[in-house]
């Protein structure tokens, strides 16, 4: 009994970490704290429990929503191309069929999630489904893919305003445009490693329209331009000094990004995307909160 007990466990904590791989839970970090940024300054204190609970469901099974309908889509994909040959769908760790029943389960569970916060929200929830699920698609039309994933993940801090006060304002509108050059300045970065695989396929990336070299090149300004639409968001919602310098730190750390990293040597590439891009949202996660609650409050 005992031996049968632990087969299943272990079978059950193996099925759990396939399901977590396949959605990438770990890269929630990029969105979520955003999210919470935009609820913390709406609310400029604590919003509720109510609020948070609802709003941070809702930011998981969007996520889980857009990363399961990227994994179904890109299958046949993922299948030809050696970096993602071990994905969960390809191997059959998950089956297709589970998948889909996943993916209906995010998509109902998050409509329900935004139906507890308000009307707005709930209205709004259709839109942010099919938007992420047109992310799938947008490799194989345009360059400027990686664009679009950041207006998909730049919806986080408008979701985290309007789930506490239902209206759009500079700061939020200033947060998105920043969390959109962001992340697609480095999913640019990203998308090198599969540079020649994309060419190979059809896909239309930038590093395989446009080369390595323009590719950093148009990261790199991609980041300037996400340092200056976040500092402007502390402008608008004219915050304290706690904000500016999380910021500047954060300033920092998209600058050395681009210093460990080069067209001629990617080694570094993984620490470049997951380590700093993660500093990124968590560090000015921490200046909203000390703005918010050790000064302003």
Known sequence: ?????????????QATLAWARMIRIEHSIFALPFAYMGLFWSAEGWPGWQVFIFLTLAMIMVRSFAMTHNRLTDL???????????????????????????????AVIFVLACAFLNLPVFLLAFFALAWSAVYSYTKRWTSI?????????GLAPLAGWIAYTPE?????????????????????LYSTQDMEFDREN?????????GAATSFALAGFSHVNAALFFLLAGIAFAASWPYYLAWFVVAVVLFIEHRIISPDNLERLNVSFFTLNALVSVILLAGVLADVFLVSG
């Open 145 to 153: 893919c990686h664009f679009f994933l950041g207006s998909v993940l």
């Open 76 to 106: 046949p994909l993922d299948a030809l191309n050696p970096r993602t040959r071990d994905r969960a769908l390809v191997t059959g760790e998950i089956q297709v069929r589970q998948a889909y029943y996943f993916l209906a389960a995010s």
């Open 1 to 13: 009994m005992t031996s049968k007990t632990g087969s299943i466990s272990a079978g059950v904590l």
């Open 202 to 210: 059809g896909l239309k990336s930038i590093p395989a329209r446009h």
């Open 168 to 188: 759009l304002t500079l700061p939020a509108v200033f947060l998105f445009l920043g969390v959109l050059f962001w992340v697609g300045g480095f999913d640019i």
